[in-house]
Every structure is written in structure tokens, then in C-alpha cells.
């Protein structure tokens, strides 16, 4: 399958989003705000501010009003989070590679100072993640001081290209430097990939220079922002094209681009339509529907997407496609639309860890070999790793895909105030029988009392004639006037309930 990449910006002074588009279709989105930028990769000169021997960890204070968190055992405890951060997950290729070399690290004392490098930002009242183990990303390697070894990542799956690869790097290391190989080094020239290594070496001499000079706690490397990264790790030979719409960020694109791949300068476009380019790109539009649990397929079904604490679900339904043949050939058609679909989302959305995906049950041997080769197709064009597992007898593929970093709707939404985010309601009938369970507990007391039942139209609407004559039944019974108020600044899922005793009243809310 021949893939077409193109990369869309759009630059604000108070954001900037980035869309990877593959065949005119948004599959990635990325963003960064002037109200929080990511501190992932930035490497502090930090001070061992509490020492935690029962959590093998320590606090340490590294300039922000929060202390970082550190793993001392930090090889096994990257097994056992497995959490990753950046565009290409550099930052976790090399832990995980330092947790397979078993590499030891000298103990902390509290009031030690040491270099610390941000590996996951702080959520709420959490400081961010901290490592000993620093390590910096080129176009083609990952450097990681302080270790003697040469990685190469396991999608170079070419024997004599990992092979040209490692002697290469092996050749021009020094003792003391670890190196991995990312899968943009494939079919590099020699001469690239040293530049590469001159250029990761030059900056760990400007860090250990920094913190010489400088006093604990301090930031001694802050690395790339948003714009730098995606050339940094998704410029590549397969993007056709490189859209930007202000002045200032096609001058940076077109500097980085000149400085390392000036044949590639024709692929950067200065967009200057006045239409947004995101609505151009129809990236908004896709952004909204990312938002949505439902996704609609072009031929009537659909897929529904729900995230919840331990794993993501993905449901296949045909909905309006009824097919052309039988029941069993319109079920095979739905999931095997379904399957790109479904990974465009996952991507999209950047959801990752365990995922569930509902099939439509099939009971044809050779349409269920058929989805699983195209799901597994699909999967050759996620740059997060993920493996799937075969269809179960409950018609259930179980399948896991490397996080890296918050979802999608994590980062542009909160949870609803009103449902709190279940993002459901009680219905008009339950809020009613709620006053009337209300009405009769009081009892006696409402006797000769007059209610007002406050609520929106469009909730006094919705009740049932027999429940509301429920409610009229049992206030007669109990000797209390009812009178319904409909007002239209009321919360629809809100039925106020007023009681008065002559000048005396009671407002209760259900």
C-alpha cells in the first residue's frame, strides 16, 4: 500500500496544532500551548529533596513549585509501567533498552545533588517523572550517555542493513556512549548518520558544561518544542508536503529543512488562503468527530469507541447497511470497513494500552483469516507498536498499543459538571417519582401547604400524563395544592420542589 504523508500547521501565539494527514486523511493530531508545554526531555540538575527506601523512589526537587518523582530501581520499574512520552516514544526505546542491559546506578543520599531527565509531565497534584538515565534524539539515533551499547530498533528488519548499521555506529562511538538506531536511519548515508552523532555529542558536552556552572535545582537542557520535533522525527522522505500558515513558522520549517535537506525545500508550502487551514484540511472537522464516542462508516455502519480506567472498547455495528447478499456477507463487509477505521481512530485519538474490539460475529473460517490479515495490515501503518491477538469464539480481538502520552479527549476536554462525567441523566420520569417518593415522606407536614413544581419546559413536556397524574393523586390525598411553573433558565435536570405554610416556605431541588 503507497502511503502519502502530508503535515498541515496551524501557529497561534497561544497554540500550535499539527496534523499528520496519510492519503488526504487526518490520522495524527499533535498540540502544544502557551498554558502548558510539555517538559518531557528537558534534563534539570536536581537535589535528592526525600529519600523513600519502601518505595525503592525519592522526591527530587528540580525548580518547579512541584518535586519530581524517581524511580531508584529505574530499569524494573520502566517494566512495569511501560509509559512513554514524545512523538516517536525515543524517550522509552531507550529506558526500556537500559532495563534489558540491567544497567546498575550508583545509590542517592538526600541532599545529593544529580541530573535528572523529565520522562512523563506532572498531572494534577502529581510532580512530573524523573530518570537517571538521560538520553537524547537525532533524526536517525537515540544517544544515551554513560552506556556502552548499540541498539537498532526492531522495525529495521533488514540482517544486512542492521548489520551495515551497527558497524557503522560501533566505529564512530567512544567508550562510554550508547547509541540506538531509529528506523529513519534505514538506507542513510555514512555521512548522515556520523553528523548525527556529532551533532547528539556536542549537545551532552553543552549539558555536563551547564551544570558544572550552575547551582541545584536548575534546568540545564530544555528539548525541542512541538514544530522542531515533527521535522526532528515525522519529516521524512514518504511527507510530499509541509503546510504552514504564518510567516514565522514556515521560516523555521524552511531553516531546518535548508540546514539538513535542502533538496526538500519544494515540499514546504506557505498556506495563504482565507479559509482557516484547518477547515481547509477539513482536519476541524475531523476533530470534532474524534470527540464523539459514534464514528459513522461511509456505507451506514458504524463504530463506537468508550474509554474507560482499565481498557478501551471498540464496538462494530452495520446500523443502515443492510448489504446486497446474506446476512453473513454483510456482516464480513461491515468489519472489514471497520478495520481501517478503527486504527485511523486509535491514532487519532491516541489511545493506547488494552483495547477490545466487538466484531460482528462471523461464522465463515476464511472471513475471520481475512479480517485478522487486514487488522493486521492496518497495524504496519501505526508508528506505535501494537499487537493483536485472533478473533476469541465471542467474536472478541484483544489487543494492546503502546501509549504515548494523554488521549485526544483528555487534552481538549473535562469532565461534565452536571453528570460528572458518566454523561448520562436522570430521566424526567425519574426526577418526578423522585419527588413523589419526597412528597410521600413528608406526609402530614404538607398537609394544607401549597407546592410549586418548578421546572423547564422541555422537562414538563417529556412527563408522562400518568405520572403526573400520579403525583396530582397523591398531593390531593395528602391535602397540598400543586401548582406547575415552568421556567426556561432551569436546569433541565434539575424539578424544584417549593412548600408553603402561609408566609413560611421550603425549597427542596431533586
Known amino acids: 500500500m503507497v ?31 502557551t498554558s502548558f508545554v510539555s517538559q518531557v526531555g528537558d534534563v534539570h540538575k536536581g537535589k535528592v529533596a526525600k529519600l523513600l527506601p519502601g518505595m525503592q523512589s525519592a522526591f527530587v526537587a528540580i525548580g518547579d513549585s512541584k518535586d519530581g518523582f524517581l524511580y531508584l530501581d529505574e530499569p524494573e520499574a520502566h517494566r512495569m509501567t511501560g509509559e512513554e512520552s514524545d512523538i516517536e516514544d525515543y524517550s522509552d526505546t531507550a529506558v526500556m533498552e537500559i532495563a534489558s542491559l540491567n544497567v546498575a546506578l550508583p545509590p542517592l543520599k538526600e541532599g545529593e545533588e544529580t541530573l535528572v531527565q523529565v520522562v512523563k509531565d506532572p498531572i494534577a497534584s502529581k510532580g512530573p517523572r524523573l530518570s537517571r538515565h538521560i538520553s537524547f534524539p537525532g533524526r536517525f539515533l537515540v544517544f544515551m550517555p554513560g552506556i556502552d551499547h548499540v541498539g537498532i530498533s526492531r522495525k529495521i528488519t533488514d ?70 520535533k515533527v521535522l526532528r522525527d515525522l519529516f521524512r ?69 468508550n474509554q474507560t480506567e482499565a481498557l478501551v472498547s471498540v464496538d462494530v455495528n452495520t446500523g443502515k447497511f443492510v448489504g446486497r447478499k446474506d446476512l453473513e456477507e ?98 424526567p420520569e425519574t426526577l418526578v417519582l423522585r419527588g413523589y417518593r419526597e412528597m410521600a415522606r413528608m406526609g402530614e407536614r404538607i398537609k394544607g401547604a401549597s407546592i410549586r413544581i418548578v421546572l423547564h419546559p422541555n422537562l414538563r413536556a417529556a412527563i408522562s400524563d400518568e405520572t403526573r397524574d400520579g403525583l396530582m393523586q397523591l398531593a390531593r390525598f395528602l391535602g397540598a395544592h400543586v401548582l406547575w411553573v415552568e421556567r426556561s433558565d432551569y436546569r433541565e435536570d434539575t424539578i424544584g420542589f417549593e412548600t408553603t405554610h402561609g408566609k413560611k416556605a421550603e425549597a427542596t431541588n431533586v
Open 159 to 228: 540482517p544486512d542493513e542492521r548489520e551495515r548499521l551497527r558497524t557503522l555506529i560501533k566505529a564512530h562511538s567512544e567508550p562510554g556512549e550508547g547509541f540506538i538506531v531509529r528506523t529513519a536511519a534505514i538506507g542513510e548515508d555514512d555521512s548522515d548518520l556520523v553528523s548525527d552523532i556529532t551533532f547528539l555529542r556536542e549537545i551532552w558536552k553543552e549539558v555536563q558544561s551547564r551544570s558544572n556552572r550552575r547551582q541545584a535545582p536548575s534546568l540545564v537542557w530544555q528539548d525541542f518544542r512541538l514544530l522542531q
Open 330 to 427: 454483510t456482516v464480513f463487509m461491515t468489519n472489514m470497513e471497520a478495520i481501517p477505521e478503527i486504527i485511523r481512530q486509535l491514532r487519532l485519538r491516541n489511545l493506547g494500552g488494552i483495547i477490545v474490539i466487538d466484531f460482528i460475529d462471523m461464522i465463515d473460517p476464511e472471513h475471520k483469516a481475512k479480517v485478522m490479515e487486514r487488522l493486521h495490515q492496518e497495524l504496519l501503518l501505526d508508528r506505535n507498536h501494537a499487537r493483536a491477538l485472533e478473533i476469541s469464539d465471542f467474536g472478541l480481538v484483544e489487543m494492546t498499543r503502546k501509549r504515548t502520552g494523554p488521549s485526544l479527549d483528555s487534552q481538549l476536554t473535562i469532565p461534565c459538571s452536571r453528570c460528572e462525567g458518566s454523561g448520562r441523566r436522570l430521566s
Open 237 to 305: 522522505e514518504e511527507v510530499a508536503s509541509f503546510w504552514v500558515d504564518t510567516d514565522e513558522a514556515y521560516q523555521q520549517v524552511v531553516a531546518f529543512v535548508q540546514a539538513l535537506h535542502p533538496n526538500w525545500i519544494d515540499r514546504v508550502k506557505r498556506f495563504t488562503s482565507d479559509i482557516p487551514i484547518f477547515e481547509a484540511f477539513e482536519v476541524e472537522r475531523e476533530l470534532e468527530l474524534a470527540l464523539q464516542p459514534k464514528y459513522f462508516l461511509r456505507q451506514g455502519g458504524s463504530i463506537v469507541i
Open 3 to 33: 502511503v502519502r504523508r502530508s503535515l498541515v500547521v496551524n501557529a497561534t501565539p497561544l497554540e500550535t496544532r499539527i496534523a499528520l494527514l496519510e492519503n488526504g486523511q487526518v490520522c495524527e493530531l499533535f498540540f502544544e500551548r
